[in-house]
């Protein structure tokens, strides 16, 4: 996905890579594609795992949030377990970690930066989308936040809202055509990236 396509840009350009994923087998792949790389095997969406694995982490100058989980649902029928699951993942995973990249930049007193990957959803609506969308529309105004109080240590906090762009986790609402459909009929070329 949009995750592991950053990591293999960025090992390409020469960066020290520090991949987190909560399937093994994904960074055990990775790995061999991007020789180097240091992999964490963590679910972000569970607090004290992700403090235990990344609290010392470091030190990290680039940090690109891109974690998510997508649950089609219709808005009357969200249950506690999705919402619950797609909170911890898409968004206070990003509290979490940008907290402990920026407190590690502060320490060392350099500047940084923070990419969050949120998503055109969070501006435009579509149904059975909602916890995916109100998590991603968060996310875009944690960023504006950030940005502010984290911009006088000299870290740069910005996102990206890309559209659906073909991955497993978009496979999973694409495979209702009429849905497609409409997705693409709200794009300008009619198209995905």
């Not at 990003?94 to 990419?115: C, E």
Request: hydrophobic letters at 40%.
């Amino acid at each position: 996905g949009i995750g592991r396509d950053t990591v293999k840009a960025l090992h390409a350009l020469g960066a020290k890579m520090i991949a987190v994923s909560r399937t093994n087998t994904d960074l055990v792949s990775l790995s061999k594609e991007c020789p180097g790389i240091e992999t964490v095997c963590v679910d972000l969406g569970d607090w004290e795992a992700t403090e235990q694995a990344l609290g010392n982490v470091g030190p990290v100058d680039l940090l690109v949030n891109n974690a998510a989980v997508l649950i089609k649902q219709p808005f009357l029928e969200v249950t506690k377990e999705a919402l619950d699951r797609t909170l911890s993942v898409n968004l206070r995973s990003v509290f979490q970690v940008s907290q402990i990249v920026a407190r590690g930049l502060i320490h060392r007193g350099v500047p940084g930066s923070i990419v969050n990957v949120s998503s055109m959803v969070a501006h435009v609506s579509f149904p059975n989308l909602a916890v995916y969308s109100s998590t991603k529309g968060a996310m875009t105004t944690l960023t504006k936040v950030m940005a502010a109080e984290l911009g006088p240590y000299k870290i740069r906090v910005n996102s990206v809202n890309p559209t659906v762009v073909p991955t497993a986790m978009s496979q999973k609402i694409l495979t209702d055509p009429e849905f497609t459909r409409k997705l693409k009929e709200r794009h300008p070329l009619q198209k995905f990236a």
